[in-house]
């Protein structure tokens, strides 16, 4: 239990995938200017994150991997090369179902979603996260831990990037940083300032 604690922290914050990787900051950056819509993107990706690591685990170690089709008469074949289009394919497939929700219970944050929505489908951060799990050799359930850690970082990250900007509206920066300039530092800040927690074990 205690690995596994760690390893939910770590995804948070020592090894957050968009600051410690710098993986989904299209829609990090596009999506961050209203707090409420940052709220309602990351909460469809720590979604999609939770469910589609574990997802993809159990179709690479028991579709893709090399031998894992022993079960099924052929310990040889080794399938692993396909993993990028099946990741990608399960999360899109996710995606979609997570987009005609939104639709049928909030048509105002589908609206203010607008294309980034069906953009979490090629979201880097999504399958960097199933991708990790494979690279990381995680179990089962250390990629549902790690899938839904790094979907709560992701999320907190863009939240608190969405509350900054708020504040930065009554700031007065110099010219050539308005804008996405100032974002960028903020966001190196950010970076910065979440690498602290590597200081903390369990």
Do not use: H
Not at 40 to 67: D, E, K, R, S
Not at 124 to 134: K, Q
Not at 138 to 161: E, P, R
């Amino acid at each position: 239990m205690e690995e596994l604690i760690s390893l939910f922290l770590n995804s948070v914050f020592v090894g957050n995938i968009l600051l410690a990787y710098f993986l989904g900051m299209c829609s990090f950056i596009a999506v961050s200017k209203k707090i409420e819509t940052a709220t309602g993107l990351g909460l469809a990706v720590v979604f999609v994150m939770t469910i589609t690591t574990p997802l993809n685990w159990i179709i690479y170690y028991y579709l893709l991997a090399p031998g894992a089709l022993s079960w099924a008469g052929l310990p040889d074949l080794d399938l692993s090369f396909l993993k990028f289009i099946t990741f990608i394919a399960v999360i899109a497939a996710m995606v979609q179902g997570i987009e005609m929700i939104i639709d049928r219970y909030s048509q105002a944050l589908y609206t203010a979603l607008g294309v980034f929505l069906p953009l979490i489908s090629v979201n880097c951060a999504i399958l960097g996260a199933s991708l990790f799990m494979v690279e990381r050799e995680y179990d089962f359930v250390q990629s549902l831990v790690f899938g839904l850690g790094s979907g709560t970082g992701w999320m907190m990250a863009i939240v608190t990037m969405a509350a900054i900007r708020k504040k930065m509206r009554y700031a007065d920066p110099p010219a050539g940083l308005e804008g996405y300039g100032l974002t960028m530092v903020v966001a190196g800040l950010m970076a910065m300032s979440f690498m602290l927690f590597s200081g903390i074990s369990l």
